[in-house]
């Protein structure tokens, strides 16, 4: 197992700088939502020598405290919805649990089901 995550993180390593965001349908920096409706985000990448389950995307809500201070307070994991020579579409369904402002943030990460932690790899690029 252990030459396996090695060599894995040596490819991922490798073409990391290559994945290329090709579009992103993201709300503003601040956006008001309310109670019960949702927000849909999507993001086009192009993984070229990375498959698409190697890659997470994922929605950060935040929200921030009397301090300026920002807090996370959900995070929504997105799906594969579409894979074709190398260009993979993730979406996620945002539905905070409490109406109000919030912010959002995207990232994507390597991911491998053998990483004992997903902090196990420092591979994280904020989109």
Same mark, same amino acid.
């Given at each position: 197992?252990?030459?396996?995550?090695?060599?894995?993180?040596?490819?991922?390593?490798?073409?990391? %700088?290559?994945?290329?965001?090709?579009?992103?349908?993201?709300?503003?920096?601040?956006?008001?939502?309310?109670?019960?409706?949702?927000?849909?985000?999507?993001?086009?990448? %192009?993984?070229?020598?990375?498959?698409?389950?190697?890659?997470?995307?994922? !929605?950060?809500?935040?929200?921030?405290?009397?301090?300026?201070?920002?807090?996370?307070?959900?995070?929504?994991?997105? %799906?594969?919805?579409?894979?074709?020579?190398?260009?993979?579409?993730?979406?996620?369904?945002?539905?905070?649990?409490?109406?109000?402002?919030?912010?959002?943030? !995207?990232?994507?990460?390597?991911?491998?089901?053998?990483?004992?932690?997903?902090?196990?790899?420092?591979?994280?690029?904020?989109?």
């Amino acid at each position: 197992i252990a030459r396996k995550i090695s060599a894995w993180k040596s490819r991922m390593r490798r073409y990391w %700088n290559d994945i290329e965001v090709i579009s992103q349908k993201l709300p503003e920096a601040s956006y008001s939502l309310d109670h019960g409706s949702d927000l849909n985000v999507e993001v086009v990448l %192009n993984l070229g020598n990375i498959k698409p389950e190697e890659i997470g995307v994922e !929605v950060l809500v935040e929200t921030t405290d009397r301090k300026r201070q920002l807090h996370i307070q959900e995070v929504f994991q997105s %799906n594969v919805v579409e894979y074709k020579d190398g260009i993979a579409t993730y979406r996620a369904s945002v539905e905070p649990q409490r109406a109000g402002m919030y912010q959002f943030a !995207v990232r994507m990460y390597a991911m491998n089901e053998l990483l004992p932690h997903r902090q196990d790899f420092e591979l994280v690029k904020w989109l």
